[in-house]
């Protein structure tokens, strides 16, 4: 059974850091695109960041130069290093990942996506 399951979420101020963990286990996710989502109370799912197997990230235009998404394929792990935080960063952050690589479609979007983790949430006060 494949499985994503979140860490490392919490309450911080704004200006300070968190790092979010993503471990997979089942399958290994060498060879696909794995992302962060994240959704707001009221708000739907947005894209934060994604990374390619190949090294190539994606990032929202909010986060670029604050989020840093990496992977250790050795612990099937997929991290969001996220610094200077604000308090629009706070959500619930969810992982993603593809089942295969299709070669189609936007690792921007949820639908992209075939498995997803349980969410960890992140709150930034002011």
């Known amino acids: 059974q494949v499985q994503l399951v979140e860490s490392g979420g919490g309450l911080v101020q704004a200006g300070e850091s968190l790092r979010l963990s993503c471990a997979a286990s089942?399958?290994?996710?060498?060879?696909?695109?794995m992302g962060w989502f994240r959704q707001a109370p009221g708000k739907e799912r947005e894209f934060v960041a994604a990374?390619?197997?190949?090294?190539?990230?994606y990032y929202t235009n909010s986060v670029k130069g604050r989020f840093t998404i990496s992977r250790d394929n050795a612990k099937n792990t997929v991290y969001l290093q996220m610094n200077s935080l604000k308090p629009e960063d706070t959500a619930v952050y969810y992982c993603?990942?593809?089942?295969?690589?299709?070669?189609?479609?936007?690792?921007?979007?949820?639908?992209?996506?075939?498995?997803w983790g349980q969410g960890t949430q992140v709150t930034v006060s002011s």
């Open positions: 990374n390619a197997w190949n090294g190539i990230t």
């Open positions: 089942g399958r290994t996710f060498t060879s696909v695109f």
């Open positions: 993603a990942a593809e089942s295969v690589r299709r070669g189609i479609g936007l690792p921007t979007t949820p639908s992209f996506y075939d498995y």
